[in-house]
């Protein structure tokens, strides 16, 4: 099946410090979406990046679009231990979302 | 607002039995996604309708799997005969018809655990 690759699979960090997550395309999308999933739950939503070199923020997480629109980023400043999950990218192809296999973070205190 | 509802939450069952899992989509919702979550991996798409209609099956495993959405509301995926790899997640979501180009957000149900013995 389809899936695109993120790094790094796994990343596991102090309260305080900071985390990056990437996603990589081989074609150019439609649009990204950002998804988290707390251990035992289902994905949420966190957000969508449609335009080129798009970036958006909401509090301690930004997300950027790459310029060519194949590949995007999630970063999470002074991580807490409430951001512990796995973060999903989702690639658009017009009306078709493909899962990212996700990278895991876990957050000590 | 009432969220995506999945049944059952739980489901366990011996290898080539059959089960079926049943989503009501959040209403006005025009497209619903059926995925499939192996432990440790991200969702994988089994299915997408838009409204009663399929817009992708390609990677659903059709000499087992079969889905339905009539009436273009609720839908139900059914796993006939069940084999050990399909223990997994099975997730539902919708979203709204938002445009040829654009995916709308998707909301997902709580899911439907099964374990095949």
């Known amino acids: 099946g389809q899936q695109v690759m993120q790094i790094p699979q796994y990343q596991h960090v102090q309260e305080g410090e900071d985390f990056t997550t990437y996603c990589n395309s081989s074609t150019t999308l439609s649009n990204i979406q950002w998804y988290k999933q707390r251990p035992g739950g289902h994905p949420v939503f966190l957000i969508q990046?449609?335009?080129?070199?798009e970036v958006k923020k909401q509090k301690r997480l930004t997300f950027q679009f790459g310029e060519a629109k194949k590949n995007s980023s999630l970063h999470i400043t002074a991580t807490q231990t409430t951001d512990v999950g796995t973060y999903f990218c989702?690639?658009?192809?017009?009306?078709?979302?493909?899962f990212g296999t996700g990278t895991r973070l876990l957050v000590s205190p | 607002e009432a969220g995506v509802a999945q049944s059952p939450r739980y489901k366990i069952i011996e290898k080539r039995q059959s089960v079926a899992f049943w989503c009501n989509p959040i209403?006005?919702?025009?497209?619903l996604y059926w995925y499939q979550q192996i432990l440790g991996q991200g969702p994988k798409l089994l299915i997408q309708?838009?409204?009663?209609?399929?817009?992708?099956d390609s990677q659903l495993p059709k000499d087992r799997f079969s889905a339905e959405r009539l009436k273009g509301v609720d839908s139900t995926l059914k796993i006939q005969p069940a084999k050990l790899e399909d223990s997994a997640v099975y997730l539902c979501?919708?979203?709204?018809?938002?445009?040829?180009?654009?995916?709308?957000?998707?909301?997902f149900g709580e899911g439907s655990r099964l374990t095949v013995l």
């Open positions: 979501a919708s979203s709204q018809l938002v445009g040829r180009t654009s995916t709308g957000e998707l909301f």
């Open positions: 309708f838009q409204n009663n209609g399929v817009v992708d």
């Open positions: 209403s006005g919702h025009a497209t």
């Open positions: 990046l449609v335009k080129s070199g």
């Open positions: 989702a690639l658009a192809r017009f009306q078709k979302l493909v």
